[in-house]
T-cell receptor, first 112, second 114 residues
């Protein structure tokens, strides 16, 4: 069956450090992978999309890598800030269509 | 202001009652989605619709029903057949002109069955 796995343990880091979150998947042949941010009690907000032929994508302090051989994506936040504290979700397309399957998310806490 | 709205924010229902959650978008998106989120869990897909008058079941469609009579609206009915309906329900929409489209989410409806 298709699975998306993200670290279930919360990630605690100090302000200014780089946070790295992992997303592993099995039984997908994704054309792309997406990352979202979710704050408590709110809907997710889209951050980045990376296509299968892209190794790396950047947006301001965010960087995503996508390794289809390892079946893994890494999400980096450089110079992290307390405002980056949230849950981060990765998502893959259902049957190569428009709907998404989401991982359970990794909670990030950035302390001053 | 363009966006996606869900109402109500909090909803209480008695066991055995059907309840309908509203989702409206003015983003001119063709595709709309319903997800369910339980504490500490990711989002699970209930139903999705890529075009008016058409929709498909997601992973956990049992006990739910939807309609898509208008492009802007995609209401979700939680029926009495749904065994554990207490959850946070999220509606989303996206363009469907390309597979590389992000989803825009509403603020969610928290349903509690008493």
């Amino acid at each position: 069956s298709q699975k998306i796995e993200q670290n279930s343990e919360a990630l605690n880091i100090q302000e200014g450090k780089t946070a790295t979150l992992t997303c592993n998947y099995t039984n997908y042949s994704p054309a792309y992978l997406q990352w979202y941010r979710q704050d408590p009690g709110r809907g997710p907000v889209f951050l980045l999309l990376i296509r299968e032929n892209e190794k790396e994508k950047r947006k301001e302090r965010l960087k995503v890598t996508f390794d289809t051989t390892l079946k893994q994506s890494l999400f980096h936040i450089t110079a992290s800030q307390p405002a980056d504290s949230a849950t981060y979700l990765c998502a893959l397309a259902v049957n190569s269509g428009y709907a998404l399957n989401f991982g359970k998310g990794t909670s990030l806490l950035v302390t001053p | 202001d363009g966006g996606i709205t869900q109402s109500p924010k909090y909803l209480f229902r008695k066991e055995g009652q059907n309840v309908t959650l509203s989702c409206e978008q003015n983003l001119n998106h063709d595709a709309m989605y319903w997800y369910r989120q339980d504490p500490g869990q990711g989002l699970r897909l209930i139903y999705y619709s890529q075009i008016v008058n058409d929709f498909q079941k997601g992973d956990i469609a049992e006990g739910y029903s939807v309609s898509r009579e208008k492009k802007e609206s995609f209401p979700l009915t939680v029926t009495s057949a749904q065994k554990n309906p207490t959850a946070f329900y999220l509606c989303a929409s996206s363009h469907s002109d390309s597979y590389y489209n992000e989803q825009f989410f509403g603020p969610g409806t928290r349903l509690t069955v008493l």
